[in-house]
């Protein structure tokens, strides 16, 4: 299946990166962004600072960042369609164009 930029853009547009996060795990806000301990390496201090802002989050030790679907993809080890169809999902946004988007091509990251 082929998709253009206006799905990407559609699906983040209405995802809540705190929400996607949070659904993963637990978060702490702190000012106007959050934190969290990073699962991305071995963390014993939140070091992940989510802004809900930007919509972006960033480990400030490992370097993992991105937005709500590279969270999820890294996260889960899936496919970039396939994150995006989770994350809209989570936030509860639904489209035509991600019902092609099946697991069957899962890939596993070591």
């Known amino acids: 299946m082929t998709f ?8 983040l547009k209405h995802a809540d990166i705190v929400k996607v996060i949070q659904s993963y795990l637990p978060v702490v806000k702190k000012g106007k962004d959050y934190v969290a ?10 070091s992940m600072h989510i802004s809900p802002g930007k919509q972006i989050f960033k480990c400030f030790v490992c370097g993992t960042g991105g ?3 590279q969270f999820v993809m890294k996260y889960e080890h ?3 369609k396939e994150a995006m169809k ?4 989570i936030c509860g946004y639904s ?3 991600l019902e092609g988007i099946s697991e069957v091509d899962r890939k596993s990251v070591v």
């Open 4 to 11: 253009d930029d206006t799905l990407i853009n559609d699906v």
């Open 37 to 46: 301990k990073c699962p991305f390496h071995d963390d014993t201090n939140p």
């Open 67 to 69: 937005s709500a679907i």
């Open 78 to 80: 899936l496919s970039f």
């Open 86 to 89: 989770k994350v809209a999902q």
């Open 95 to 97: 489209d035509p164009r």
